[in-house]
């Protein structure tokens, strides 16, 4: 089998394959256009390095735009002969015995990020709760407690604590009201709770937010007054 011939193979192999993956066929035109593109020099560097696993076949899908459907996965996963689903070896945590489930589970490799930094390690006593930002509403300078990053309050929503959040990101980082009804309760009963907040109070970021878009001609529903 010639080189050419050889090359036209495997093209459109990949193309059937991420085809049965993505009906849509973006993915698959993508690669197409690409593997054709190549010289026989640069296609066979391409190929090894697939075959040494220095590159993978990267599939991309724009968020909100597309989607990759189960039975498409399925399908294809079958199609070239991949496993998706296996019975587990577990080993008891008293006995130390190992037993075989007598399900079958989805086993894949999937990334993970640890979190560099957590809240407890960037926290501080601070002086008091006086000083704070005029734009955001929150407490700055030697006032300032602690922080919270984008990573770290997607693993608290990840968890579920929702009310967590609501008192760490909308009454304590910059929703004045809120925060003073908090601070009213735990001054007269030495507790407070976040049902008896007004839940229709806004953080001060948000008001300006609003602000800044209006004063720049465009309309926007981020803060309604009543």
Known sequence: MDIKTKRTKII???VEKLSILEPEKKNANRYKELLSKMNDTEFSEFMQNIKDKKYQLHIYM???KSNLQQDN???CAKSIGLQLFEQVWLTDTVTGKKYLT???YL???LPVRRVQQYLLHKMSIPK???TTDMLTGQVVNEDQSSAMSQIEIQCLFARDLKATLTELVKVRGG???AYANLKGQLEETGQAYLNAIDPSTTPRSVVIASVFLKGMMIDN???ETM
């Open 102 to 104: 007598p399900n079958k």
């Open 221 to 223: 529903n981020l803060y």
């Open 12 to 14: 459109d192999y990949i």
């Open 62 to 64: 724009p968020n909100m």
């Open 107 to 109: 086993v894949v490799q």
């Open 128 to 130: 008091s709760d006086r």
């Open 73 to 75: 996965i399925l399908a």
């Open 175 to 177: 929703d004045l009201t």
